[in-house]
């Protein structure tokens, strides 16, 4: 990574109701700031989604629990403001824990099913979730 050499990307994103998309970015970049990571923050805002790409060094175990917790709080400032884990297509293993704080049981046995009906084989964003 061109930043940091011999650091990791760990890209991530939040999706909220564009009514609260300033006040997430704002207050991800503040608690970006207070965390002391370097974490540039895109995104194609015009549907409230925005990604943090964050740089962290695998071998400092200190600084890995640092953007854990910064990516845990990330998802939760999202779900507080009414918005969703991920705007994107489908949900990986880092996201997957908070998926039946955002829906119901019945939400997520119908989303498995459309996904199984789309692609049985699971061929189609293999290893994720949904």
Do not use: W
């Not at 998309?21 to 970049?29: I, Y």
């Not at 002391?36 to 175990?61: K, R, Y």
């Amino acid at each position: 990574v061109g930043l940091r050499p011999g650091f990791k990307v760990v890209a991530t994103d939040v999706c909220v109701p564009l009514s609260r998309l300033a006040e997430c970015v704002v207050d991800t970049q503040r608690d970006i700031e207070k965390t002391g990571l370097l974490a540039p923050i895109v995104g194609h805002v015009g549907d409230g989604n925005f990604h943090v790409s964050v740089l962290v060094d695998m071998e400092d175990a200190a600084h890995v629990k640092r953007v854990d917790d910064f990516l845990h709080r990330l998802v939760r400032r999202g779900l507080a403001m009414e918005g969703t884990c991920t705007g994107e297509h489908g949900v990986g293993q880092m996201k997957r824990k908070y998926l039946p704080e955002e829906h119901d049981p019945g939400a997520l046995a119908m989303m498995r099913s459309v996904k199984a009906a789309l692609d049985p084989l699971g061929i189609m964003n293999p290893g994720k979730i949904l």
